[in-house]
């Protein structure tokens, strides 16, 4: 709710207080298992099938590379869908002036939920997928540092713009793993994304293109 106040980066900003808030309560909860996290995840099943098989001698982690792999492009589909559609036209009303979607009659708050709903429901499918990979899951696998990337992929691959959003994560994902020299700046790397690529380049390194829609005719007899 607090979130509906803020528009922009400004509710980014908000997202990753709120992200630091959660990993904290839970690093303190005991339920959760506090800082060790909670240990023992069974892998993955489907009808009997292991995801430790090993497929064809290759390693067990190829069962999560395909299934994670499917769910990714579910949700480039998903959200190719709703881009353009008439949610995707509305949203988009609303990032481009609140005011005036309101004064059309628009409810952002609705909107804006929709959109939080639907973003997080696909986070939380990769988290569990994740969970069940690696058997253990702490607050400490989701660092300040992770939410900074997710920002930092989204504003240097492009708002609005399915395929840069892919492109700027492909980059950030790749990028550390090729200069590990680095690998203890990256925190200080995305940071300094955060701040130039909204200077000098706003829509990112694609920027969307305005929406094309068909007109229809309608002939109306006198």
């Known amino acids: 709710v607090p979130l509906y106040k803020t528009k922009g980066h400004y509710m980014a900003l908000v997202t990753l207080a709120f992200g630091l808030m959660i990993v904290l309560a839970l690093d303190n909860t005991e339920f959760t298992g506090g800082p060790q996290g909670l240990v023992g995840i069974p892998e993955l099943k489907f009808f009997g099938y292991s995801f430790l098989t090993k497929p064809g001698g290759l390693h067990f982690y190829t069962n999560y590379y395909y299934f994670t792999l499917f769910f990714v492009l579910l949700a ?15 949203l988009a009303t609303i990032r481009d002036d609140e005011i005036a979607a309101k004064c059309c009659g628009v409810n952002s708050n609705i909107w804006k939920g929709l959109s939080f709903i639907t973003g997080n429901v696909m986070i939380g499918i990769a988290g569990a997928i994740y969970a069940h990979m690696i058997g253990f899951i702490s607050p400490h696998n989701f660092s300040f540092a992770e939410s900074l990337l997710v920002v930092a992929m989204v504003i240097l691959g492009g708002l609005d713009n399915i395929l840069g959003v892919i492109i700027g994560t492909i980059i950030l994902s790749i990028l550390p793993e090729k200069m590990r020299v680095i690998t203890e700046y990256r925190i200080l790397i995305y940071g300094i994304l955060l701040i130039v690529i909204p200077m000098f380049r706003p829509s990112g390194l694609f920027p969307f293109n305005p929406r094309k829609y ?8 006198d």
Request: glycine letters at 4%; charged letters at 10%.
């Open 214 to 221: 068909h007109s229809s005719v309608v002939k109306v007899n």
């Open 76 to 90: 480039v589909v998903i959200s190719y869908r709703f881009y353009n559609s008439w949610v995707g036209l509305t």
